[in-house]
């Protein structure tokens, strides 16, 4: 554009101007375990923590547009009907063809999924002949119509309305035969279907990246590159997929397997004071709930070998302390355990965000307050954040090596087992606000009443 001296040149505002002057970023989401979702404590998911970080940079709200279908999300930002994308996107070929795509932030595997005892698909060849399904317009359409020039005989359905978590129930249900999913898509909900398994990866690994609308316009999009690189360089990064995804690698088929059987025939008879110690607390009721079961495994009769008894594990001093007369009725040391939490929760720094908080509490359930902040002196020492589990999860298990422990307060302490105590809470947590959802209870549970109309907290 040439402007005379005498004329008066208007330029129309970049995107980035745009977003600052409305005072939100939209952004296009979908719900699922590895993008969006309601948890207890707010809103949360990787897209959701690494876009509101995004936003809380420029200064401006986020606002998460979560369209009807899988297929909508690319064209809502084609079509400019939001300033983004934050889905779990694949970088693919076919995409860059309607929107530009920002750096990746993580790499993923398109894997062949199926259930146990069902034939197992080792290479691509294995899939000619077999049902499987795939969700309508993914990247793993894409890569099995890659693969269909070599195997010109390969089928495959495509379904619109789905997300890979229903697709990877149904595969367990034996619903389905075969479907694809990425590998950070199989790692969290192996934990809800053990009984999954991955064939062989579905061509090379494909990076995950933020969509933008093509445009000459570059203002938001190195905004968001600008954004990524720093928090890629500071941690930041790690730390947010090391939340989320951190206990899903641990995984244990036969521990959970045990799980979901124990929460069939164990469970019904102590959710009423779950239930009840969660009105007096304000704590999830599936929270206490896993803690119980990591401490006994619902087994009121249990005794450890240190001599702590009941559902909740405590001993005779906290017993004690937090007014509980018989820690083996169950009843007393289910309300006792969550009066202990809620009282560690309490003394935790109130500037420590959920759910870090709570996660932190639980480490000091199972190793003292005291241990815990000699931990977080550690975590602090090591130019790390205090304020966040995934930092002090990882020093914790210093407090057993001489050269540091001798620098603490309280010295010694086994500081691997609450690192594996708070990861097997959280992984038991996750299944049991899985079980519990509307789409997934039974139909005799949804003729009992709903924990979350009593209970402060959702999933």
């Not at 894997?111 to 795939?134: C, K, S």
């Not at 999954?196 to 990866?201: A, E, I, M, P, S």
């Not at 004690?320 to 018989?326: K, L, V, Y």
């Not at 304020?387 to 002090?392: I, N």
Request: aromatic share 10%; charged share 25%.
């Amino acid at each position: 554009m040439v402007c005379s001296l005498t004329a008066t040149c208007s330029y129309p505002p970049s995107l980035l101007e745009q977003v600052l002057e409305l005072g939100y970023l939209s952004v296009a989401t979908r719900n699922s375990p590895t993008t969006y979702f309601q948890a207890a404590y707010g809103p949360g998911g990787p897209e959701y923590d690494l876009v509101s970080g995004f936003a809380d940079a420029l200064g401006v709200e986020v606002r998460m547009v979560v369209p009807p279908r899988f297929l909508d999300v690319v064209p809502a930002v084609a079509e400019g009907r939001v300033h983004m994308a934050a889905a779990g996107l694949s970088v693919t070929s076919a995409r860059w063809d309607q929107v530009r795509f920002g750096p990746a932030y993580q790499l993923v595997r398109p894997q062949v999924v199926y259930r146990v005892g069902e034939r197992r698909l080792r290479a691509p060849e294995d899939l000619l002949g077999q049902q499987i399904t795939v969700i309508a317009g993914s990247s793993h359409a894409e890569r099995l119509n890659d693969l269909r020039r070599r195997y010109p005989g390969l089928q495959w359905n495509e379904e619109p309305d789905v997300e890979s978590e229903e697709l990877l129930y149904r595969v367990s249900q034996r619903e389905l035969d075969y479907t694809v999913a990425d590998s950070n898509e199989v790692a969290l909900n192996r934990r809800f279907y053990p009984e999954l398994r991955v064939g062989f990866d579905v061509g090379p690994p494909e990076a995950l990246a933020w969509a933008f609308a093509q445009s000459d316009d570059d203002s938001l999009i190195d905004a968001a590159t600008a954004y990524l690189e720093r928090i890629e360089g500071d941690g930041t990064l790690d730390r947010i997929m090391r939340r989320y995804y951190g206990a899903a690698d641990r995984f244990d088929y036969v521990g959970t397997r045990t799980f979901l059987r124990h929460i069939d025939s164990r469970l019904p008879q102590y959710r009423v004071m779950f239930l009840n110690a969660a009105r007096e607390t304000d704590i999830d009721w599936r929270l206490l709930a896993a803690i119980a079961y990591q401490e006994s495994h619902w087994d009121q009769d249990a005794v450890s070998y240190t001599g702590v008894r009941g559902l909740m594990m405590l001993t005779q001093d906290t017993a004690d302390h937090i007014g509980i007369s018989d820690r083996t009725d169950p009843a007393s040391s289910v309300m006792g355990g969550a009066r202990y939490l809620a009282m560690m929760r309490s003394s935790i720094p109130a500037r420590i965000p959920e759910p870090d908080r709570t996660w932190m509490a639980l480490a000091a359930y199972n190793i003292g307050l005291g241990h815990l902040e000699d931990a977080r002196v550690l975590t602090q020492r090591q130019g790390a954040d205090p304020d966040r589990w995934p930092d002090v999860r990882d020093h914790l298990p210093l407090l057993s090596q001489k050269r540091w422990y001798e620098t603490t307060r309280y010295g010694y302490a086994r500081g691997r087992e609450p690192v594996q105590y708070v990861d097997n809470i959280r992984s038991y947590y996750d299944v049991l606000i899985w079980m519990t959802s509307d789409l997934n209870r039974s139909a005799r549970e949804r003729d009992t009443p709903d924990p979350d109309s009593v209970v402060g907290g959702g999933g």
